[in-house]
């Protein structure tokens, strides 16, 4: 055992003490780095976590007064989608048709207007059930679901009107109040309304109902009873252009002015309900009456009229003849009434050239002064309805000048008219429509002009002092517009 123990103790030297304490003293220094840096991390991870929680703490304030903004906004959205579907629904459910019609121009049928107030209930009639089965078949471009109404308004001179119609001999003193007084009462938003005189009266009522039925989203429609005066046209451009999807249809009636044509908008036809012609067309010559009617017997249809005498019967548009289908070349059997005479022979007389003294400083200096033309005396009334019974109408620049360059031409060169049916188109167009070179210039150098070169209303003596005419619409003696 000592042997061990001296083996022991010769084998190796323990360190010393010394040697020990250094070491313990370089371990100590190293756990005490050790340890700073772990305080150090520990109250840099204390520091982070105070910095977040003060983060989570604003996010939990921010998020707490975005809830409740959200469900405030929520509550206000279905506030107004509720207003927007009720408003919706108030629009699909009053939807309208207003109807604007320049009475002054757009004269109802004759027939309507001689059963006075019989005839205005039943004109009343007519144009809602009329525009109202229009309507249902355009539901969809209208964005019209359910039900709607149709309120019309028609504007005239009612004084001024009546006194025309009566001095032409169209209707009875007290016939035209009559009838607007049943077309007025018939229906409850079916009015006429008197504008009294003015030149533009009914223009200036037109436009402002216009303007203000554009802006009513519920208006899905405008239907316009004016095309026949140019004097619309610059209106009509401005509201289109402006509200280009906004559907405005023109109603048919007399010709439409050439620039209201032009614009292309849609047009509709009211059977039965508006005259065909114009206010002066009506008013000019004789009485008017409405084509005989054709009736049909075994291999022929005759027409019955003797002159003047004649009688004329309501014109029936079942029968679907007139004069103009005896006008064409058509099926045999077709047989077109001679018996219709002019009520004194008329003779076109050559038109003359003459001059009048010039005025300058030569006072012999004479310089043409153009084209004296000379008014077809008087038609026979039956006749004139022929010729403007006939439809398409007859091309007044083929039958009256012998030459149309107009292609394609929309009224009809196939008629076989007579001679007496060209003078009766002559004599119809110059009462109607006053030539404009003659207006603007004070003369007419052609020879083939067709248009009135004189008033058919003046009296002689109105004419001896070149007066105006009393008839307040005649389109010879007042200014254009």
């Known amino acids: 055992m000592m042997s061990m123990m001296s083996n022991g103790a010769g084998g190796g030297h323990a360190p010393s003490n010394a040697t020990l304490l250094q070491s313990y003293r370089s371990r100590f220094a190293e756990l005490s780095e050790t340890e700073k840096k772990k305080d150090e991390l520990i109250l840099e991870l204390l520091q982070q976590n105070e910095s977040l929680s003060r983060s989570l703490e604003q996010t939990g304030y921010d998020l707490e007064r975005e809830q409740k903004f959200a469900r405030i906004s929520q509550k206000e959205i279905r506030d107004l989608k509720i207003q927007f579907e009720d408003a919706e629904d108030k629009l699909n459910s009053y939807p309208y048709i207003q109807v604007l019609i320049d009475g002054d121009g757009m004269l109802f049928h004759l027939d309507l207007l001689k059963k006075k107030k019989d005839g205005g209930s039943e004109a009343a009639e007519l144009l809602l059930s ?44 007290g016939d035209l109040q009559q009838f607007f007084m049943g077309f007025t009462q018939r229906l409850e938003h079916v009015n006429f309304i008197d504008v009294g005189y003015g030149k533009e009266m009914a223009d200036s009522k037109i436009r402002g109902e216009f303007l203000f039925h554009l802006k009513d989203p519920r208006c899905r429609l405008i239907l316009f009873g ?27 009636g007399p010709p439409m002015a050439r620039e209201i044509a032009s614009m ?40 019955h009229m003797n002159g003047s005498t004649a009688t004329s019967s309501t014109y029936d548009a079942a029968q679907k003849f007139s004069y103009a ?131 058919p209303f003046r009296t002689n003596a109105e004419a001896a002092g070149d007066e105006r005419c009393s008839n307040g619409y005649c389109r010879f003696c007042q200014d254009d517009d």
């Open 130 to 173: 009329e525009i109202r089965e229009l309507v249902r078949t355009n539901r969809d471009d209208l964005c019209i679901k359910g039900d709607f109404e149709i309120r019309a308004l028609v504007f005239a001179n009612l004084e001024g009107l009546s006194k025309t119609l009566v001095k032409s001999n169209v209707l009875k003193q």
């Open 226 to 252: 004016g095309g026949h005066d140019n004097g619309y046209a610059p209106f009509l451009k401005t509201c289109t252009a402006t509200n280009p999807n906004y559907p405005i249809w023109l109603l048919e």
């Open 264 to 303: 292309n908008l849609p047009s509709q036809k009211l059977h039965n309900l508006f005259a065909k012609d114009s206010q002066n067309e009506i008013t000019n010559g004789s009485p008017i009456s409405p084509p005989a009617i054709l009736t049909p017997t075994t291999g022929s249809i005759n027409g």
């Open 325 to 455: 289908s005896a006008a064409i070349s058509g099926p045999p059997g077709i047989i077109r009434p001679t018996s219709i005479q002019y009520n004194s022979s008329p003779v076109l007389e050559t038109p003359k050239l003459i001059t009048v003294s010039g005025s300058g400083t030569t006072s012999n200096n004479a310089f043409p002064r153009g084209i004296q033309h000379t008014m077809v005396p008087s038609a026979d009334a039956g006749r004139v309805n022929y010729i403007k019974s006939l439809n398409p109408r007859a091309c007044n620049n083929f039958y009256l000048r012998g030459a149309c360059y107009t292609q394609p031409c929309a009224y009809s060169h196939k008629y076989k008219l007579t001679p007496e049916d060209v003078k009766t188109l002559k004599y119809i167009i110059e009462r109607s429509k006053p030539c404009q070179r003659l207006k603007e210039r004070g003369f007419c150098e052609d020879e083939k002009c067709y248009y009135g070169h004189q008033c």
